[in-house]
Structure formats: C-alpha cells, structure tokens
C-alpha cells in the first residue's frame, strides 16, 4: 500500500514569487508519481509525471517537479507563479496497479 | 473528442432515493475510475475497472455499485442514498499501457438532504 503526504494545505504567494509545493510518499514498491491541478469548479489535468528516469521533470504551464528516492519526496516548483496559477495541487502515487493515490490537496493562492 | 464525460453535472436527493451517475469515454481506454471528492480529503477511490467486464472495489466502496456497461461506459450507483454521500463525484479513465496518465470528467456534484 501506499500513501502521500502533502505538507501544506494552503500556500499563499504574491504574483511573480517563486512557490514550492510538498509532496512525500510512502510506499513498499517502486512508485510513479503524478502532480494534478485543479481550478476551480473543474476537474483534475495532469501538470506532470515522474515514471523513470531523470529525477527532474518538466511540466505544463512552466512547473517543475524532482523526485528524490532518498527522501521519498516529490516537490512542485514554479520559479515565477501568476495569478491564473491559483488553483488546487493534488500529489498523487501509482504503485504499479494502476490506482492512483492522492494526497488531500494544497491550495496556491496567488495575490497581486 | 469529448474526452470524458459525466451526467449530471448537479444532483439533489433526498436520504434513501437512489439514483445512478453516468460516465462515457471516447479514447478508447481500457481501465476507468470513480471518486469522490470531499473538502480537505483529496480524492478517494471508490471503484474502479481495469477492463471491460471487470470491477473492483477500492478505498470507500460502502453504500455504491457499479457496471462497466462495455468499454466506453462505466456507471456509478447509489441504491439508497444518505448524508454522508454529498459529494463531488469524478470518473476518470486511462489507457493503462505507456502513459499512465489519468484522464478526468468535469465532476458531479451531489447533495443528499
């Protein structure tokens, strides 16, 4: 079984800030792993995937993610956010069954 | 291409009515998925069917059935409906072979009174 954590449940940023989101799982099998946005009243589109291969991974919408196998971590990283970004952030794990498991969601809120 | 598609798009009941969520895909996906979505709890599995003619329960199956329909449909029901089933409901489905990438409906949102 597996299992996320997402460290925070709501971040504010002012616009053109940098913003990391947290995201830490646990599982017993070698893992895939997913970031979601939602905005608002929507459902969820992938920003992006981690399933094999460079720890660094580009994104939509200019998000970044590194997965981090030592510290069982997969943070969301945006150098300059902008107000469209405001929407929920669901760190999600594939533990090879074809299930997704998600954490409870962090919301960006991005201020002028 | 539609993609994902549920109906309806908002529901009230009343405690013990039934009714059935509908949800339909045009990529050809083999597997497809129904969760609910509750605020501060992220989303949770509550069936899922890697294939056509299959079903399986995941994280929160109790008070809900399901039929995969064939491979484009694959229906949620509540048989009597209660409180605690207010939700938003999302279908999602997935190739399951190279991307593993979760497609997602725009959600149905139920209120249970």
């Known amino acids: 079984a597996q299992s996320v954590t997402q460290l925070d449940s709501q971040v504010p940023v002012f616009e053109e800030a940098p913003v990391e989101l947290r995201c830490n799982y646990s599982?017993?099998?070698?893992?895939?792993l997913f970031w979601y946005v939602q905005y608002p009243n929507q459902g969820l589109q992938l920003l992006l995937k981690?399933?094999?291969?460079?720890?660094l991974v580009k994104g939509i919408n200019g998000f970044e993610a590194e997965f981090n196998k030592s510290q069982t971590s997969f943070h969301l990283r945006k150098p300059s956010v902008h107000i469209s970004d405001t929407a929920e952030y669901f760190c999600a794990v594939d533990g090879s069954n074809y299930k997704l498991t998600f954490g409870k969601g962090t919301l960006l809120t991005v201020n002028p | 291409n539609a993609g994902v598609t549920q109906t309806p798009k908002f529901q009230v009941l009343k405690t013990g009515q039934s009714m059935t969520l509908q949800c339909a895909q045009d990529?050809?996906?083999?597997?497809m998925y129904w969760y609910r979505q509750d605020p501060g709890m992220g989303l949770r599995l509550i069936y899922y069917s890697a294939s056509e003619g299959t079903t399986d329960k995941g994280e929160v199956p109790n008070g809900y059935n399901v039929s995969r329909l064939n491979k484009r449909e694959f229906s949620l029901r509540l048989e009597s409906a209660a409180p605690s089933q207010t939700s938003v409901y999302f279908c999602a489905s997935m190739k399951t072979s190279g991307s593993y990438e979760q497609y997602f409906g725009p959600g149905t949102r139920l209120t249970v009174t």
């Open positions: 599982s017993s099998v070698s893992v895939y």
């Open positions: 990529m050809n996906h083999n597997s």
């Open positions: 981690y399933l094999s291969g460079s720890t």
